[in-house]
């Protein structure tokens, strides 16, 4: 994975040498010798880290990274501080002042290579997100909902068999603000990994083999919801750089110091929310985009461009791409018979219905009024009859009942069946000769399938 970084130094050696190591793996580097460099390079250059240096004669990295996450421009950009001062206070300096992560001087490889890796799988999954979101929201901007949500403090889960250790990595996490178990104590009631933010798995000196855990918690369907936090001793780096493969999201070396803990939680409990937010912009915006609102089908717009996709990846050696174009019978006398409410009632019952007879692969949309249909990629003419046969005996089956007014309405449907003909044919012809069908259908008696020979 590579990138470009700006590494911000005074001293010109330090410079050279992170330039050096970081060429050697491909990453293009960009250089600033102070503060107000650092700072017109950040904005200029948008690299995708900043190694940036905390003693610096006049503006101080504290500084400079205060400033950067106070510019709309630059505020999205990590930025990792490299420092030879290791207390406390001067960690926590650098948190208030915003930044994402810390490297001691003198820099190792292993440090610098796994730091400027977590960092850029965070990146690479915003900026996807954030592109994809780009057309529904400004993704620069956060509601103050969103904001208090990205800032709420964490929920976390501790594995260590080593349970005094557990139990006071919580404790420390509990006097930060957030809510913490160890594994042990939590096995007593059942976890429930849809409510964590991070999990801190302990890599080193177990009896059960961590990495295999570690591989297994990123399979959980609630995996998207948590990040892994591996905490490992520095005679297994290997095996750490394994978990990172695996999914870990950031590691962290045992013994555990309780202020690097407090930041790399804080730091991997904002990027998850962060992740969170942006995820649930796209799926909200998607839903507006492609979803119809009344029966929760795919709408029309999603339907043409489906179509298309499929039509595009038919092949003359495979299975044709067919649709099914249905309308629902009489449609007009239910809506003139119970009126409008009742018949809204009806399209929704009917499009789960619908949504319950066809294939995984199917693609369901309503088309407008009680006019629906099926796409169905690489299916053949007789098996999309079949296809369209059970849901035309699924509808005429059993009345539907409203359940507000307990009326029991008789519904039927007719359907019309064609198959594309190969590249040549236009979208418009395909569905031109579904309706013909269809209307054949209603002409032969309704409640039936017809498809017209080609
Ligand atoms: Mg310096």
Redesign the pocket.
Known sequence: MTATVLVV???EP?RRLLQAKLEAKYYTVFLAENGERAIESAVRLQPDIILL????PGMDGYEVCRRLKNMPQTKHIPIVMVTALVNIEDRLKGLQSGADDFLSKPVDDFGLFTRLETQMRFNMVANELRVRGKRNAPVTHFSDYEKELINAPSNVLVIDQDNAEARRVSAALTTMGHTAVSWRDASEGKIEFRDLDLVILALSGQDHDALKLCAHLRTLKEARDFSILVTYQSSDQTQALEALRLGAADLISAPLELAELQVRVRTQTQRQRYIDVLRHRVDRGMELSVIDPLTGLFNRRHMLERMQVWMRRSREDEPSLTVVAFDIDYFKSINDRFGHEAGDDVLRAFSERLRMNIRPKDIACRVGGEEFLVIMPETEMELALKGAERIRRAIASEPFVNERTGQAIDVTVSAGVASHQGQSELLADLLHRADRALYQAKQNGRNRIENLAA
Do not use: L
């Open positions: 130094d005074d001293i330090n240096d905390v003693m610096m």
